[in-house]
């Protein structure tokens, strides 16, 4: 069986005592020195919470624009997300701290977890960081004119981006909207590869 007709790999439904315990947890990064792409989504969900796994609600459309766009050959599921490094990305969030929803999440959590995020991305030198949420973006940099797409101000040697937020309740963009910014990206990175490692 080839990399593009391995089917996704299901995850159980959390419950909802799970779901209510997992509120204020963290989800590990899935991080490496010198990814091509870093993912950063503004924070963790009940159910990545509940699961340990980034972008778990079923409805996020992260995964689905992943493969899409390109990035990777077939579409990945939150249980396969360590698949990731293999094709030179990663994820982590803005905020550590898992909510029901990112509108529980203060300014002051914002700027902080914006600046730990530069200390993160000064350390592991991805070549790009790509922020999922305009939002978030604008109040965690200080950046209030900003818009999706490539930002004039990097982080020292890393592009900083700003894609939309893939969660199901962002009613800007379909899926296949989303999957279009994230294809810009990933044309726009120096090799124009497809995303993952040749023999793959």
Known sequence: MNEQSKPT???????????AAARDRTVPDVVAPGLRVLFCGINPGLWS?????????????????LHR??????????????????????????????????DELTAEEYRSGGQALVERVTRLRPEVLAVLGIGAYRTAFGRRGAVVGPQPEGIGDTEVW????????????????????????REALPDHRSGHREGR
């Open 49 to 65: 919470g509940a699961t340990g796994r980034h972008f778990a609600r079923p409805g996020n459309r992260f995964w689905p624009a």
């Open 162 to 185: 700003v894609l939309p937020n893939p969660s199901g309740l962002n009613a800007h963009y379909t899926l296949d909207g989303i999957a279009e910014e994230f294809r810009r990206l």
């Open 9 to 19: 790999v299901r995850q159980p439904r959390p419950t909802a005592e799970e779901l």
């Open 69 to 102: 766009s390109g990035f990777t050959p077939r579409q990945l599921g939150p249980a396969e997300q360590l698949e990731l490094l293999d094709h030179g990305l990663g994820i982590t969030n803005v905020v550590a701290r898992t909510t029901a929803k990112a």
